[in-house]
């Protein structure tokens, strides 16, 4: 039971690129989420899909696209990254909606130039 | 929306003493309340939670205690040890819809030998 699998695990850009983060769940839950988190800030909500099917925007979604591929995978998409945007980003998912346990993978390191 | 403040951001024991983090929210309709301990390099790991409905839960060595009036929770760490090095991230949720958690900004807790 791998839980919460994410892809890339680092990752560098130049400015102006894209690229997608992959996330995937085996424990067949319903909600899941993606988070941002910088040295100080704690983890910031970006996007997050309550349910196949619906995404809605979290605290910081600007410069941001997510794509709810199925109940087990949720991607994050950086049109035209920036520097602002290099931050450790973890996926989470829970079994229901609202006040239901998450459960991270191991993140990815991005770093724009 | 919510806002989630912990204290402090570093916290130095001597292993065998107990630690004790504390964190504030503002949002009253919050109900949900988890624990987060995160290793370096790696995701946050629930440790422990507490629903609006109890004041106390206790797990081992680690305890979480809930004061809803006044808004505030806090998680006790008996017996400390050189494992419990870490960040420790407390977070609250209304529950509402499937929005995410809103974290405090974490307590780096160093464990002396």
């Known amino acids: 039971n791998a839980g919460v699998t994410q892809t890339p695990k680092f990752q560098v850009l130049k400015t102006g690129q894209s690229m997608t983060l992959q996330c995937a769940q085996d424990m067949n839950h319903n909600s899941m989420y993606w988070y941002r988190q910088d040295p100080g800030m704690g983890l910031r909500l970006i996007y997050y899909?309550?349910?196949?099917?619906?995404?809605d925007k979290g605290e910081v979604p600007n410069g941001y696209n997510v794509s709810r591929l199925n109940k087990r995978e949720f991607s994050l998409r950086l049109e035209s990254a920036a520097p602002s945007q290099t931050s450790v980003y973890f996926c989470a998912s829970s079994p229901s909606a609202g006040g239901a346990t998450q459960y991270f993978g191991p993140g990815t390191r991005l770093l724009v130039l | 929306g919510e806002n989630v403040e912990q204290h402090p951001s570093t916290l130095s024991v001597q292993e065998g003493d107990s630690a004790v983090i504390k964190c504030t929210y503002s949002?009253?309709?919050?109900?949900?309340f988890p624990w987060y301990k995160q290793e370096l390099g790696k995701g946050p790991q629930l440790i422990i939670d507490?629903?609006?409905?109890?004041g106390e839960k206790k797990d081992q060595r680690i305890a979480v205690t809930l004061n809803k009036t006044a808004k505030h929770f806090s998680l006790h760490i008996t017996e400390t040890q050189p494992e419990d090095s870490a960040v420790y991230f407390c977070?609250?949720?209304?529950?509402?819809?499937?929005?995410?958690?809103?974290f405090g900004k974490g307590t780096h807790l160093i464990i002396q030998p």
């Open positions: 949002d009253s309709a919050s109900n949900y």
């Open positions: 899909s309550a349910s196949e099917g619906t995404t």
């Open positions: 507490i629903r609006s409905n109890v």
């Open positions: 977070a609250a949720s209304h529950g509402r819809g499937a929005d995410g958690l809103t």
